[in-house]
């Protein structure tokens, strides 16, 4: 038989409300971080794609951003609109929830998935989590009433519990079909995206709760040379008061983000980096469609 013929190539979206590990599972999945993560809600901003081929098959992992409810802004609107279009035309969804969490929230999302063409896994994260074991299977119980998921999986994406028997079983569903990216790329993004996410995501964890929501990175100028990678990146918060807080007294807290992002930088693209941030006020950014355009989050 023609190898080309027995070639398989499946699409896998990760779908499910903010915070519940999505993108920690993408990470493991393709054993590389493609994907930012954070303790914060509200990390993923874009839809992202993670890529694994072994032999005949190759899947491409789609992270998307956390459903998530009650936030009016136009960066949120786009954030739900990406999550939610993420779920159509690909071959598996995996509805992932935290384990014994359950809310209106998932419940929301979960009915705006569509009950046929998919083959949806009900993938239960943060199971090292669950202290009495026993809880687990009246949960699994309560959830699978409301849809009809092809299989339940209980998984930790942290400590990297049953990913593999999530493989097997999504590997058995995958389509026959054409490989559509080389074997070696692993990241869908370019490294000047991942390097804005990158700064973006030590800004998140160096900051308060709040400041996370209103900040962007976006990359003004990326150089390569033979010894050298020079990033110029800027910083942007909403207000001229959220600016001290991202520079930290006497800059401190800018230097901190910068050093912790170049040394990810220089191991992520093997070279020596130089990172050069700034931070710069735009008013009102995540309520305004041309700042977003201009911050990447292309609104079509
Ligand atoms: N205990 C535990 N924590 C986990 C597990 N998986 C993820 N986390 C933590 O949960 C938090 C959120 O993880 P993310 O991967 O950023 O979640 P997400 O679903 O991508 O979040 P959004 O992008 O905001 O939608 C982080 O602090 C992770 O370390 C797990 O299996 N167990
Ligand atoms: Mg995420």
């Not at 993560?37 to 993670?50: D, E, F, H, M, N």
């Not at 409810?69 to 598996?92: P, Y």
Request: charged share 30%.
């Amino acid at each position: 038989m023609n190898s080309s013929q027995t070639k398989k190539t499946g699409m896998v979206s990760l779908i499910g409300k903010t915070n519940v590990g999505k993108s920690t599972l993408l990470n493991q999945l393709v054993e590389q971080k493609v994907s930012i993560t954070s303790r914060k809600p509200q990390t993923t901003r874009q839809r992202l794609l993670g890529i694994k081929t072994e032999g005949s098959n190759q899947i491409i992992y789609v992270d998307t951003p956390g459903f998530h409810q009650g936030h009016k802004r136009a960066l949120n609107k786009f954030m739900n609109k990406t999550a939610l279009s993420s779920i159509e035309g690909v071959d598996i969804v995996l509805f992932v929830v935290d384990a014994l969490n359950f809310s209106p929230t998932d419940e929301h999302l979960l009915n705006r998935v569509p009950t046929k063409d998919n083959q949806v896994m009900l993938v239960i994260n943060k199971i090292d989590k669950v202290a009495k074991k026993e809880k687990l299977m009246p949960f699994v119980e309560e959830v699978i009433k409301l849809f009809p998921f092809s299989e339940v999986i209980p998984i930790s994406a942290l400590k990297r519990k049953n990913i593999d028997i999530l493989e097997k079983e999504i590997t058995k569903r995958l389509p026959v079909g054409a490989h559509l990216y080389p074997e070696d790329q692993i990241a869908g993004s370019s490294e000047r995206f991942l390097a804005s996410e990158i700064i973006r995501e030590k800004c998140i964890s160096r900051v308060g709760d709040e400041i996370p929501y209103r900040l962007s990175v976006v990359i003004d100028s990326f150089k390569e040379e033979d010894k050298l990678i020079t990033i110029d990146g800027t910083i942007y918060i909403e207000k001229e008061s959220q600016k001290g807080i991202v520079i930290g007294e006497q800059g401190k807290r800018l230097k901190a983000i910068g050093t912790a992002a170049r040394k990810e930088l220089e191991g992520m693209l093997d070279n020596k980096v130089m990172l050069r941030l700034w931070v710069k006020v735009k008013k009102d950014w995540t309520n305004d469609r041309s700042a977003l355009n201009f911050m990447g989050y292309k609104i079509v």
